[in-house]
């Protein structure tokens, strides 16, 4: 395990990050220890803390259109400056994710199912929040997949926790929030989720529903996934290696998770089993599913479409 991961430098209720005085009691800093918020310190904050090879990035928001290719300009031409922003910001974090791997500069179009396309070689996510981008980027001979979430704080509806949460997972949050009531325990797990979900769509190149997905989330910052119930290992592109991390950041829950190859055996078989079918997805016919709003939980707290 990397020694980052193990470092008592992690800390998920009191960040290093700087943060704005209004979220102090999220965090548990006194109002006098805030200080202004900055983006770039939760991809700092990330990347510390994930494994070496993994690399984030974070800004924010910004409006940052000319460092789009002509390409991903005309993905968003006839979007609000606000969306046009969001999208730029995230690439931008991704380009810069990439060359500190000594990846290439190039286009990051939009792909199946509005996830983004990484060049040969490399996995990756993006996400952002509505003043916050950030990007997780890996070369693909080091890991399977990679995911990443960023949600800013809010009430998080006790339907929703219904819909994404195993009955395993609704026992764990109870216990956390019994331990730690400050920590936005529901949102977090949706979060991970997310995370999850980008980094098995690139195993699979298909869609899974939430309640697929068991996750673990540790007090101490860590997580770990694998499929809901008494299924194989391989199903839905998720094995017993997802690993992955938790923050809360000034006003935001950021979470990251990854797929090591030298723990993932099975990914080509995988990716194989899911070139046959359209609908394959760890042994799921979609076609059977129920409708979106109730297969996948497509409806988010705040709107993150960037993958």
Request: hydrophobic content about 35%; some cysteine.
């Amino acid at each position: 395990m990397d020694e980052r991961l193990t470092s008592t430098n992690r800390s998920h209720r009191t960040s290093e990050l700087e943060v704005p005085a209004s979220s102090a009691a999220v965090t548990g800093l006194s109002a006098n220890q805030a200080m202004p918020f900055s983006g770039a310190a939760i991809g700092q904050q990330i990347d510390r803390q994930c494994p070496v090879g993994l690399v984030a990035e974070g800004a924010n928001i910004a409006d940052q259109g000319a460092g789009l290719f002509p390409d991903e300009a005309a993905e968003v031409r006839h979007s609000p400056r606000s969306r046009q922003a969001e999208f730029s910001t995230a690439r931008a974090c991704a380009r810069r994710a990439l060359a500190r791997l000594g990846g290439p500069q190039v286009s990051l179009p939009v792909g199946r199912h509005r996830a983004p396309e990484w060049p040969q070689d490399y996995v990756g996510s993006l996400s952002h929040c509505a003043d916050v981008a950030v990007a997780l980027v890996a070369e693909a001979a080091r890991f399977a997949g990679a995911g990443i979430d960023i949600e800013t704080i809010s009430a998080v509806p006790e339907t929703l926790v219904e819909r994404i949460a195993t009955a395993d997972e609704r026992i764990m949050l109870t216990q956390l929030d019994r331990d730690e009531s400050s920590i936005p325990w529901g949102l977090l797990l949706f979060s991970a989720k997310e995370s999850v979900y980008k980094c098995c769509y690139q195993t699979t190149g298909h869609r899974i529903s939430f309640r697929d997905i068991s996750i673990r989330v540790n007090a101490d910052g860590s997580l770990h996934a694998w499929p809901a119930g008494a299924r194989s290992a391989s199903r839905d592109g998720l094995t017993s290696g997802t690993e992955g991390l938790w923050t809360v950041a000034g006003t935001h829950v950021i979470t990251a998770v990854w797929q090591q190859t030298d723990t993932n055996d099975e990914v080509e078989g995988i990716r194989s089993r899911a070139a046959l079918s359209p609908w394959y997805c760890g042994g799921s016919d979609f076609s059977r599913m129920p409708s979106p709003s109730v297969g996948f939980v497509r409806s988010r707290p705040s709107r993150n479409d960037c993958w």
